[in-house]
Nanobody, 127 residues
């Protein structure tokens, strides 16, 4: 069982930056693919970014088109933590952001393919 705890959300003005963190329990963290998703009120949960298992898949990163070039996902396996650096933020980035872990190690943009989820952290971008 893996537990995920997000932190770093908050209120930021348009054009500003935030860094989200997701701390994971369990020694198998480094072999999991990790993803960030978000859900705005009245909308479905959508893919933001993902990073593969480092050893087998090289820690490759993937992004949704809406955040590419603005957001960066990274992981520190020694600290069992994955990060989402968000720059040049826009009001449409406002949502609850969720961290997720996938046992296979391969990244996916599909929420149903992830095995563990955090409780979410609110991000609000004011115009």
């Amino acid at each position: 069982q893996v537990q995920l705890v997000e932190s770093g959300g908050g209120l930021v003005q348009a054009g500003g930056s935030l860094r989200l963190s997701c701390a994971a329990s369990g020694r198998t963290f480094s072999s999991y693919a990790m993803g960030w998703f978000r859900q705005a009120p009245g909308k479905e949960r959508e893919f933001v970014a993902a990073i593969t298992w480092t050893d087998w898949y090289g820690g490759s990163t993937y992004y949704a088109g809406s955040v590419k070039g603005r957001f960066t996902i990274s992981r520190d396996n020694a600290k069992f933590t994955v990060y989402l650096q968000m720059n040049s933020m826009k009001p449409e980035d406002t949502a609850v952001y969720y961290c997720a872990a996938r046992r296979t190690g391969r990244a996916s943009d599909t929420p149903d393919e992830y095995d563990y989820w955090g409780q979410g952290t609110q991000v609000t971008v004011s115009s």
